[in-house]
């Protein structure tokens, strides 16, 4: 499906209802849940101490609308938002915000959930599903570079950020990501700065900037990443799954994305695709009804 830009944005957030909070192996998480019926679980993007202070509101403007028709439930992953930070420095790792994810998922006892990640969230998502299949239903992976072959453009992107404050900074970081950056508003910024201005988030961007990011978080991506391409090639993902992706995208360019979808096609007959024209990074925003649309429509498919 190749999605036409239209006049669908939304400047205005969305209430996602109060934050519930949960013991995760003695990491604090926090979540939001609300709806019916089959469970869609939105995991944001990000990694520990990143400018853009992400946290599962990033999905507001799609999980109240499709809170109408499913149980949908959007977690700060590990380290990120609110939820506190990895216990030990050997867990500043994507395998560590994995498991926390699927002991998320476990202890909440709601699955098999149909599972929706964005950028790193994205290659999260397709981790849970090739190591936990019994508990992943579906699969959406969204604009995942993380994941996808070829070379990320993120350094450039994000290089020279503006220093004169952190609102500025967090702002640079969105908008320097978008085709159309009408979705970067005050009251959308509001919880990225809060975040980037606490303690915690201080905490482990000095760690990652220390040497954690450097020695322990790249290179363990890096050898997880082959042997996710390995087992993608070797046995597929075990569930049907739905690759959304901006053709305009500046950093998770559509060319490495068009070999990722080849590696999902590979094994999985089940695989759906879903282009966003005129969009960059964070399709779900910029076109959230589009997006909507789409989820609901991969979702019920394979209920």
């Known amino acids: 499906m190749f999605v036409m830009a239209s006049d669908d944005f939304r400047a205005a957030g969305m209430d996602m209802g109060p934050e519930r909070w949960i013991d995760i192996d003695g990491v604090r998480t926090r979540y939001f849940d609300r709806g019916s019926g089959l469970t869609v679980v939105f995991f944001h993007g990000g990694q520990y101490g990143?400018?853009?202070?992400?946290?599962?509101?990033?999905?507001?403007?799609?999980?109240?609308?499709?809170?109408?028709?499913?149980?949908?439930?959007?977690?700060?992953r590990l380290g990120q938002g609110y939820t506190a930070?990895?216990?030990?420095?050997?867990?500043?790792?994507?395998?560590?915000?994995?498991?926390?994810?699927?002991?998320?998922?476990?202890?909440l006892g709601k699955g098999p959930y149909h599972v929706v990640g964005h950028s790193r969230g994205g290659y999260l998502v397709s981790r849970l599903a090739l190591e936990h299949p019994d508990i992943v239903a579906s699969c959406i992976s969204v604009a995942s570079g993380t994941l996808s072959p070829g070379t990320s453009r993120t350094h450039m992107i994000?290089?020279?950020?503006?220093?004169?404050?952190?609102?500025?900074?967090?702002?640079?970081?969105?908008?320097?990501y978008a085709y159309d950056a009408r979705f970067v508003t005050e009251a959308f910024l509001d919880e990225p700065v809060?975040?980037?201005?606490?303690e915690k988030y201080e905490l482990a961007r000095q760690k990652m900037l220390a040497g954690l990011g450097r020695t322990v978080f790249l290179p363990a991506l890096a050898r997880q990443k082959r042997e996710t391409h390995a087992?993608?090639?070797?046995?597929?993902?075990?569930?049907?799954?739905?690759?959304?992706?901006?053709?305009?995208?500046?950093?998770?360019?559509?060319?490495?994305?068009?070999?990722?979808?080849?590696l999902y096609m590979r094994k999985q007959p089940r695989t759906e695709v879903c282009l966003f024209n005129r969009a960059g990074h964070f399709v779900f925003r910029e076109y959230p009804a589009h997006f909507n649309r789409a989820v609901h429509a991969f979702v019920s498919a394979y209920a």
């Not at 809060?194 to 606490?198: H, K, L």
């Open 231 to 262: 087992w993608l090639i070797e046995r597929g993902m075990p569930c049907p799954t739905l690759v959304c992706w901006g053709y305009h995208d500046p950093g998770a360019i559509f060319e490495n994305g068009r070999q990722m979808i080849a």
């Open 194 to 198: 809060a975040v980037v201005e606490t």
């Open 85 to 107: 930070n990895p216990k030990t420095d050997s867990d500043y790792t994507m395998d560590a915000s994995v498991r926390h994810a699927a002991a998320f998922l476990r202890q």
């Open 50 to 76: 990143s400018e853009d202070g992400s946290t599962a509101r990033a999905w507001d403007l799609n999980f109240v609308p499709l809170a109408k028709y499913f149980d949908v439930i959007a977690v700060d």
């Open 158 to 176: 994000h290089a020279d950020l503006p220093a004169w404050s952190v609102r500025a900074n967090v702002r640079a970081w969105y908008e320097r």
